[in-house]
């Protein structure tokens, strides 16, 4: 792993710049599709295991998966509800505020949000009286989001649909898409479907996972199916440049273990702030744009993987009951990481009843309702949505007044 790979396979090929010189990262084995929990009646049916690895491309240092899985088969029927998470609607509530109050938003605007769930942040703008409108390909949570009053076209974004769009609606002032970005196997037409639908004069502002915080802080059960990239800056000035648009300004926001918020707009629109030279001085400086800089990834999550299945094993040498928090996406990576020591858990528990008496996907732990870790009592909760950790624990008060304890795995496993 300490050089380049100067010619992978096709499939690697680099989906932004097309390059084929290439890095492996970290490779998770065959995993099952994280999100696609089981009925009980499904026990014994096929259940189907993808490779999930991440290499990074060594002309633009856009980290991303080797092998995808069709986006229909993903997200088609879904049953992440961003409303199920009081961080996920505070969040959502205070992003709507500052978008509304920096581009002087109103009645005469135009706002789009891309994967935009149940209507959990869009809601805000209906309440504003700012026009705006979803794409969400989840037929089920689609419905959801009209029930709550959020018009919502039920498909996927691309240049395709955004050209439509443009026909039927016209241009948008604002352009949103938290935590998808990363999901569009086709980066490219995913960022000319955003340029397409924007006014002259309009931001793009996505959010996602800051890759930089994934290798820093071993958050490697960030990597599953649905995100295909682990964006840093770097890649990206060069992708929105391909499309005419350019970076001007990024956040860092502590939401999901550390994500970045970039605004773009149509060239020579804006000034370009300092926080996008910052952003990539920052980069350079911690080697995001070396290979060395990846090495070491693998080797910190086999560390946090050996030391997960050491804790299983002494507490059931001890007699001690764990159960897990969290029927999430990452959590599933990590315990189908983990493997066969995992399936000690005697239950997840969660608060989303769409997840409520279904099996985790793979292992097939039984998901129940978040009351049960008090009506239960296990010993320990492995804490599987750790970027939630304070709102999880203010909710268990009764399970930690017991006696409980969380364990927040990594990037070091602790327990509080």
């Not at 860092?252 to 702030?273: N, Q």
């Not at 050491?310 to 897990?324: I, N, R």
Request: proline share 6%.
């Amino acid at each position: 792993m300490d050089q380049l790979i100067p010619n992978m396979p096709a499939a690697y090929r680099c989906r932004s710049c097309g390059s084929t010189r290439s890095l492996p990262v970290i490779d998770l084995g065959l995993q099952p599709l994280a999100n696609n929990l089981l009925r009980p009646e499904d026990l014994g049916k096929p259940e189907p295991r993808f490779p999930l690895a991440v290499f990074v491309c060594g002309d633009c240092w856009l980290m991303q998966i080797t092998d995808t899985v069709p986006p229909v088969d993903l997200f088609s029927d879904y049953i992440y509800f961003s409303s199920f998470s009081d961080a996920m609607l505070r969040h959502a509530r205070v992003a709507v505020q500052k978008h509304i109050a920096e581009k002087k938003l109103g009645k005469d605007s135009f706002v789009i949000e891309i994967a935009s769930n149940d209507g959990y942040l869009l809601k805000n703008f209906v309440e504003a009286g700012v026009p705006c409108l979803g794409f969400e390909p989840a037929a089920n949570i689609a419905e959801v989001a009209r029930r709550n009053g959020v018009e919502t076209h039920c498909e996927f974004f691309g240049k395709a649909t955004a050209e439509a769009l443009r026909g039927q609606k016209g241009q948008a002032d604002l352009i949103l898409g938290n935590n998808v970005f990363a999901h569009a196997p086709d980066t490219n037409d995913f960022v000319a479907g955003a340029a397409e639908l924007l006014k002259p004069d309009g931001w793009v502002v996505f959010e996602f996972p800051y890759g930089v915080e994934m290798i820093d802080k071993v958050e490697f059960d960030t990597i599953y199916h649905e995100h295909v990239y682990y964006f840093t800056l770097t890649p990206l000035i060069p992708l929105f440049a391909r499309h005419g648009m350019e970076v001007f300004h990024v956040e860092r926001l502590p939401i999901h273990g550390g994500s970045l918020r970039l605004y773009a707009c149509k060239k020579d629109v804006e000034t370009i702030r300092d926080t996008v030279k910052q952003t990539l001085d920052a980069e350079t400086s911690q080697g995001v744009s070396s290979a060395g800089y990846y090495q070491r990834f693998s080797e910190q999550a086999a560390r946090v993987k050996a030391d997960l299945i050491a804790f299983f094993e002494e507490q059931k040498q001890a007699g001690k009951t764990v159960a897990a928090y969290g029927a999430s996406a990452k959590g599933s990576t990590l315990i189908n990481y983990v493997g066969d020591a995992a399936k000690n858990l005697a239950f997840i528990a969660d608060r989303s009843t769409y997840k409520q008496g279904r099996l985790s996907p793979g292992l097939h732990v039984p998901v129940v309702a978040a009351e049960e870790l008090a009506a239960h009592r296990p010993d320990y909760a492995v804490l599987l949505v750790w970027n939630f950790a304070e709102e999880v624990m203010a909710q268990q008060h009764e399970f930690r007044a017991q006696g409980g304890r969380f364990v927040i795995p990594l990037p070091k496993l602790t327990v509080a």
